[in-house]
């Protein structure tokens, strides 16, 4: 009795080790944006100046104009919002513009190209950008041919409009 309760122990002990040892998966080192805070500064009306700044908590420490910084070029828009999704940050500028860039190193990975209007936010599914952009004014400054701008790849692309 005592030989079986025994192996029924290393059994469990076994199990165990081969349980707890499970490989997390692919790590990689946090970059220098990956904890903090990111602040968006959305620019000044006609000035296209928008721009990213990121505090880090731990130190205090507020640096400007990352984006700028990190890509040698301004980002050049009105920025309306920021999107973290499938390991990559979307800045979205309601002038237009779509930047995709690296979350842990603010580096440019791609762009929207096309005609937007007065793009929103987006979100992605099934390898595509799905835009919200406001559309064209009209003569009373209404925003009646609102759309959804979809992109075929997550890295940018040319835009397809669909109503």
């Known amino acids: 009795m005592k030989f079986a309760y025994k192996n029924q122990l290393g059994v469990l002990a076994l199990f165990y080790l081969l349980v707890a040892c499970n490989d997390s998966g692919n790590e990689r080192p946090l970059g220098a944006y990956d904890t903090g805070v990111l602040i968006i500064n959305e620019g000044a009306f006609g000035a296209n100046d928008g721009e990213v700044f990121h505090l880090d908590p731990s130190t ?7 984006f700028e910084a990190e890509n040698n070029r301004p980002f050049a828009g009105l920025l309306e919002d920021i999107v973290l999704e499938e390991e990559r940050l979307y800045l979205v500028a309601n002038t237009g513009k779509v930047e995709i860039v690296n979350p842990g190193d603010f580096k440019s990975i791609g762009s929207v190209i096309g005609d937007l209007d007065i793009p929103r936010s987006l979100a992605t599914a099934q390898g595509k950008l799905f835009i919200s952009d406001y559309g ?3 003569a009373s400054f209404a925003t009646p041919d609102s759309y959804i701008a979809v992109v075929s790849g997550l890295d940018g692309g040319t835009v397809k409009k669909e109503n």
């Open 60 to 66: 205090g420490i507020l640096k400007e104009n990352v």
């Open 136 to 138: 064209p004014y009209d």
